[in-house]
């Protein structure tokens, strides 16, 4: 079945910095990926999604790159805050599966 | 924005019990799903249900696992007899366009099983 393997497992930066969260999923007929956070203590929230005939989408200081050739997908969060602390999963909803999350801790 | 409610938020039973989780989804909402998230580990799919039927199911979601929602009220998971291994969070999540749309996700159900 679909795999959906999400790096880092971790990150910690300090406020104001960039950050890039890798996505990889094996299921080529995958199309549509949708991207959640869950904040400390409360639930999974959606954030951005994309869909396989697109290969970038932007939202605020989000920004979603897929690349349907290596099965891959990027988020990049500029100018982190600490409200950005969080857990960040990448997801396959053809499936629907989950990546295992990158704990974003954004320090001020 | 809307909301999905699940009730109770903690359930403490013991092993071979039945245990019943409600999911409020989002009213216009036709597509229910659940999933299993043990702790430090992924969150897990378990079953997607439209229509008054289960479209899809993974391997975890045994012969003891049951989901219905009778006549538009909760969405409910049904595990009978509960096993030690069904020691989870249980999130329920709904959407209005099945897997190609963002999913509304409730807190969360913590179930441990004694």
């Known amino acids: 079945g679909e795999q959906v393997e999400q790096l880092p497992s971790s990150l910690i930066v300090q406020e104001g910095a960039s950050v890039l969260i890798n996505c990889s999923y094996t299921?080529?007929?995958?199309?549509?990926f949708p991207w959640y956070k869950q904040e400390p203590g409360k639930r999974l929230q959606f954030i951005i999604d994309i869909r396989s005939n697109m290969e970038r989408k932007q939202n605020q200081r989000l920004t979603l790159l897929f690349d349907k050739k290596t099965k891959h997908l990027s988020l990049h969060i500029t100018a982190t805050q600490p409200g950005d602390s969080a857990i960040y999963f990448c997801?396959?909803?053809?499936?629907?599966?989950f990546g295992a999350g990158t704990k974003l801790t954004v320090k001020p | 924005g809307p909301k999905v409610l699940q009730i109770p938020s903690h359930q403490i039973i013991d092993m071979g019990q039945m245990v019943t989780l409600n999911c409020d989804p989002v009213?216009?909402?036709?597509?229910f799903y659940w999933y299993k998230q043990i702790l430090g580990q992924q969150m897990e799919f378990l079953v997607n249900?439209?229509?008054?039927?289960?479209?899809?199911k993974s391997k975890l979601f045994k012969d003891q696992f049951s989901v219905e929602r009778p006549d538009g009220s909760y969405f409910t998971l049904k595990i009978q007899p509960t096993a030690l291994e069904d020691s989870a969070v249980y999130f329920c999540?709904?959407?209005?366009?099945?897997?190609?749309?963002?999913?509304?996700f409730g807190p969360g159900t913590r179930l441990t099983v004694l």
């Open positions: 999540a709904s959407s209005n366009w099945g897997y190609y749309a963002e999913q509304f």
């Open positions: 009213s216009n909402h036709l597509y």
């Open positions: 299921d080529s007929a995958s199309v549509y």
């Open positions: 997801s396959v909803n053809n499936a629907p599966r």
């Open positions: 249900f439209y229509n008054g039927k289960v479209m899809e």
